[in-house]
């Protein structure tokens, strides 16, 4: 009896330590591990994906119409604060997907260019869904600047 018991001791523990074994290969996870996706960037707050709101700005030159570019990775256009001295009524948008090269945005089938009416000293709230998928985005003025104009926008995470 006693041989019997020493004998079921020895196989439970050789069954517990190759449990323990593949359990904790199963818990190590992938190898190397998950990395985390890159910061945005041109952006006050930097962060990742699936932050909720952040704080960024894009400048239109003196002289100019179109701003400079934001990188937008994982985040989406939710709001525009419009510097007092604005001089355009309506802002329309830019899309890239390399950063280099840039498109209207179109959201319709109809092939209607993006556009918002807008004055001055305000915030405009903007349809985030309409910037899915954008990875560069400027924005455009329809009138020409009469000096550099910040914009101050606000993105969210997707």
């Known amino acids: 009896m006693i041989k019997l018991v020493n004998i079921l001791d ?5 069954i517990l330590s190759v449990f323990v074994c593949w359990a ?6 992938p190898v190397p591990g998950p990395t985390l996706p890159p ?4 952006v006050l707050f930097t962060g990742y994906q699936g932050i ?3 704080p960024a700005t894009l400048t239109i030159p003196a002289s100019g119409t179109t701003s ?22 309506a ?4 899309a890239s ?7 209207p945005l179109k959201t319709t089938t109809a092939g209607t260019t993006l556009s918002y009416t807008v004055t ?8 985030p869904a309409d910037f899915a998928g954008v990875l560069y985005l400027k924005i455009v003025s329809n009138a020409t600047e009469a000096a550099a104009r910040t914009l101050k926008l606000s993105i969210r995470g997707i």
Request: glycine letters at 10%.
């Open 10 to 14: 020895a196989a439970l523990v050789v």
């Open 24 to 29: 904790g290969a199963q818990n190590n996870g």
């Open 39 to 42: 910061p945005v960037s041109n």
């Open 52 to 54: 909720l709101q952040a």
């Open 68 to 89: 400079n570019a934001l990188y937008l990775k994982g985040f989406e256009l939710s709001g525009i604060l419009l510097p007092a001295t604005f001089t355009g009524t």
């Open 91 to 94: 802002v329309s948008f830019l």
């Open 97 to 103: 997907y390399d950063g280099t090269n840039f498109y």
């Open 120 to 127: 001055q000293n305000t915030f405009a709230a903007i349809a």
